[in-house]
Each structure stands twice: as structure tokens, then as C-alpha cells.
């Protein structure tokens, strides 16, 4: 099965260059650091004084999900290098945001395509002493590869919902064999953990998610607060990381609900893919709003008088977040499965989500349940549900303080993680 699956790879390659090629119009990032998509590096890695650790975070979620990880790692093991991998330019642009401090003990690539040479070449430059792969990225040849040459594998802060399992289980023993070759998995909850099991994972242990270990950084506390007062005292709604069809729904839902909200709210709209800024924006106009953005906006003294502010930056989510009153997490309002509703509750700030929530079911019902977060039915309900909490200032500061509480109450998978490494680095 498996050299079907790399023939498959080999036969696709070609299309998968042109579909890089053309992409990189929009992203210019795409078009860069190819090489490495193929497994060559130029000249030889500068030896580290210990082990290479070797982290995989596919995107800018899974980046910022590794930053307690990848700290933790790096004062744990002071002579380590850590080798961090991504497959799209946003992921690697978070990374160099989040990382650029560590210098010469962090070194970023992409990670290689999934065949047994491109794989093999990586292993050969960077002499990684474990891998350890984010959330839910399995790749067949590069676990076996790595079984060949004698790196563990660890899946950490790892998380499969019924759905993905069930597509896992369409590759038969394909996925099956991955999944022997896999040292360890440090699972986010024991619903992850089982489905795992049921994979053939031979150890798999309950850590938690690291997401509630995350710092929130200063700087990015200053820009919150520097764009809250450009903002001034107008009540602000933030629908973070929208994904494509979503931005419409909320849009008629904000025009019909325009009078039961406070008149000087401000609707704050940040697209998860930066690909997507102009769209939006367009979007926006069309619907005859008047709209700012990020990017253009002096954080000095500027008031900002706009219906709507498009979140055009990179690396700024914690800003948005502390600059907002009620934070809605998208992805959630299609059936996308949503996206990460920590960051906002560890800020203090009420969440609103959706109905589509399977990868983040476990943090979500919990949040749930701590009266931390509340659950719309679709863009009106999140309309409306809004206008309630901005026009009572008592429930949306005691369902902020639930959100941090239940934020707090979950950190320590880090810790956690850490201890189960040491055997394997």
C-alpha cells in the first residue's frame, strides 16, 4: 500500500509544482524555499552542541500551538537546536515571528515532500534526534523513514475526531502501518486518545492541549491596547479567523441587526487566510459599509470612525483579542470544524461559536459548560446573541471572567509533554 501511495506521490508531483507555481501568484511565498520542498539544503547543517529536535507545525495554528512546546524544549535541552517544519509560507512567516528570538538555536524549513528520498535527504542534512509532529499530521513514508534510521516519532498535542478517523480508516493499512511506527502520542483528551488506540498507536497518554499553556506577549498586549484607543470607547465585535462563505453570512446578519445593536459598535473582521484580505474587503463595500484597515491605520492618535475594521496583519491575533469586548471564533458558522476559542479565553473575553466545532469539541463543551463561551445557531443568533452581551455589561464581564478561569484551570500539558520526551531525545 505504501509504494502505491509513493508512486501516487511521484505521478502527482508535477501537478503539485504547477498548483505551487500558480498559487505563489496570490502568495508570493509559495514560490520561495522549493528546494526544500524536494529534500536539498544547500550546504551541510552547522553541527549542533546536542540533540536537533526536529517539530512539525503544518500552518500558523499548529506554529502557534508548538511556541510553549518549542520554549519549553529549548530551556529544557540548553545545548539543543530545534528544526522547525511547516508546508505553507503563513505557517513559516509565524514561526519567524514567534521564534526570530531564539537565533541560531531555531532553524526553519518546509518539510519535504512525503517520499522516501525527500525524506531521506532531510534526515541525512539535519541529523534530528526525534520528530515530533503537531496535532494531526501523519505522514506515511516520513514515519517510516524515520523508523529506518532510528528517530522516534511523537504525534504531540495530538487530536482526531470521528470524522477524521473515518477517513483514516478509507487508507486501510496504510494509515494502520503509520500509526505502528509512531513511538508516542501525547493526546489532547481521552476521546482523542481512544481513537488514536484504535489506530494500532502502541502508547498513547492524556497530556492536554498545550494551547492553554500559551503566553500571551507583551508586545502584543501594547498593540491591543494602542488599537483599543484609535478605537475610543465604541463597543467592538470581533469574528476572528472567518473562513471563505462566512464573512457574507455575518455581513446581511450585522446590516439587519444594525438597530438592536449599540450604534457605535464596531464590527472587527479578521480572515483566517491573508490571501483572502482584498476579497473581503470588496465584500465589504459592496454591502455599502465603510471600511479600514489594519494596515492602514496610525496607532497614535487616530479615531476611527469606519463600520468595519478588516484585520489585514499578520501575527496580530492577540492584539485583536485584548482590543475587542466579545470575541466570535470562525470556522465554525459552515461545517469547517473551527478553530481555537483559547486564545480569546485566556484574555478574559466572552466567546461566541458556532455549530461546527468537531476539531475542538472537547475545549468547546467545556468552555460550554464553565459559562465561558455560548453557542449560536448561525450569523442572526450571533447578531443578536451580541447586542445582548454589549448592552449588559454585567453578563459579558462574568462570562469574561468564566473564560479566563476555565482558560487557567487547563494548563500543564507542556510540562506534561516534556516528561514523556525525555526517554525519547
Given at each position: 500500500m505504501r509504494l502505491f501511495y509513493s508512486l501516487m506521490w511521484w505521478m502527482a508531483l508535477p501537478l503539485v509544482l504547477t498548483?505551487?507555481?500558480?498559487?505563489?501568484?496570490?502568495?508570493?511565498?509559495?514560490?520561495?524555499?522549493?528546494?526544500?520542498?524536494?529534500?536539498?539544503?544547500?550546504?551541510?547543517?552547522?553541527?549542533?552542541?546536542?540533540?536537533?529536535?526536529?517539530?512539525?507545525?503544518?500552518?500558523?495554528g499548529e506554529t502557534r500551538a508548538a511556541e510553549p512546546l518549542v520554549d519549553a524544549l529549548l530551556a529544557e535541552y540548553p545545548a539543543?537546536?530545534?528544526?522547525?517544519?511547516?508546508?505553507?509560507?503563513?505557517?513559516?512567516?509565524t514561526g519567524n515571528a514567534?521564534?526570530?528570538?531564539?537565533?541560531?538555536?531555531?532553524?526553519?524549513?518546509?518539510?519535504?515532500?512525503?517520499?522516501?528520498?525527500?525524506?531521506?535527504?532531510?534526515?541525512?542534512h539535519f541529523k534530528p534526534s526525534v520528530c515530533i509532529l503537531m496535532e494531526t499530521e501523519v505522514w506515511p513514508n516520513l514515519i517510516a523513514v524515520c523508523g529506518a534510521k532510528g528517530v522516534p516519532v511523537v504525534l504531540a498535542n495530538a487530536r482526531l475526531s470521528e470524522r477524521s478517523l473515518r477517513k483514516a480508516g478509507r487508507f486501510g493499512s496504510l494509515m494502520t502501518d503509520a500509526a505502528r511506527?509512531?513511538?508516542?502520542?501525547?493526546?489532547?483528551?481521552?476521546?482523542?486518545?481512544?481513537?488514536?488506540?484504535?489506530?494500532?498507536?502502541?502508547?498513547?497518554?492524556?497530556?492536554?492541549?498545550?494551547k492553554f499553556d500559551v503566553v500571551v506577549p507583551e508586545a502584543a498586549l501594547l498593540t491591543g491596547a494602542a488599537l483599543r484607543?484609535?478605537?475610543?470607547?465604541?463597543?467592538?465585535?470581533l469574528c476572528a479567523s472567518t473562513r471563505e462563505g462566512e464573512e457574507e453570512l455575518i455581513l446581511q446578519a450585522y446590516v439587519s441587526a444594525r438597530s438592536a445593536l449599540p450604534p457605535e459598535v464596531l464590527l472587527l473582521i479578521v480572515p483566517r487566510h491573508p490571501q483572502r484580505f482584498d476579497e473581503v474587503e470588496n465584500m465589504i463595500a459592496a454591502h455599502g459599509l465603510n471600511v479600514q484597515r489594519r494596515s492602514k491605520?496610525?496607532?497614535?492618535?487616530?479615531?476611527?470612525?469606519?463600520?468595519?475594521?478588516?484585520?489585514?496583519?499578520?501575527?496580530?491575533?492577540?492584539?485583536?483579542?485584548?482590543?475587542?469586548?466579545i470575541a466570535f471564533v470562525g470556522g465554525s458558522l459552515m461545517p469547517l470544524g473551527g478553530?481555537?476559542?483559547?486564545?480569546?479565553?485566556?484574555?478574559?473575553?466572552?466567546?461566541?461559536?458556532?455549530q461546527h466545532t468537531f476539531n475542538f469539541e472537547l475545549v468547546t463543551e467545556d468552555a460550554l459548560a464553565a459559562g465561558g463561551a455560548q453557542r449560536i445557531v448561525n450569523a442572526a443568533d450571533l447578531m443578536s446573541t451580541a447586542a445582548r452581551?454589549?448592552?449588559d455589561t454585567s453578563a459579558r464581564e462574568t462570562m469574561g471572567l468564566n473564560a479566563q478561569s476555565f482558560a487557567n484551570q487547563h494548563r500543564g500539558a507542556t510540562r506534561r509533554t516534556l516528561a514523556l520526551l525525555k526517554d525519547l531525545v
Open positions: 498548483r505551487l507555481w500558480l498559487r505563489g501568484r496570490r502568495e508570493p511565498g509559495y514560490r520561495q524555499h522549493w528546494s526544500e520542498r524536494l529534500g536539498f539544503y544547500g550546504r551541510a547543517a552547522t553541527p549542533a552542541a546536542g540533540p536537533v529536535l526536529w517539530v512539525h507545525a503544518v500552518s500558523v539543543s537546536r530545534i528544526i522547525l517544519t511547516h508546508m505553507t509560507p503563513t505557517g513559516r512567516a514567534l521564534f526570530a528570538r531564539h537565533g541560531e538555536r531555531l532553524v526553519q524549513s518546509y518539510l519535504p515532500y512525503d517520499t522516501g528520498s525527500m525524506v531521506s535527504r532531510f534526515i541525512r511506527g509512531i513511538s508516542l502520542v501525547a493526546a489532547q483528551t481521552e476521546a482523542d486518545a481512544r481513537r488514536i488506540r484504535s489506530l494500532g498507536v502502541r502508547r498513547v497518554e492524556v497530556t492536554g492541549s498545550i484607543a484609535a478605537i475610543g470607547a465604541r463597543p467592538v465585535l491605520l496610525a496607532l497614535n492618535d487616530s479615531v476611527l470612525e469606519s463600520d468595519i475594521l478588516l484585520g489585514d496583519s499578520m501575527g496580530e491575533m492577540f492584539a485583536y483579542y485584548a482590543a475587542c469586548d478553530q481555537n476559542l483559547i486564545e480569546p479565553a485566556a484574555l478574559g473575553k466572552p466567546v461566541l461559536i458556532g452581551l454589549l448592552n
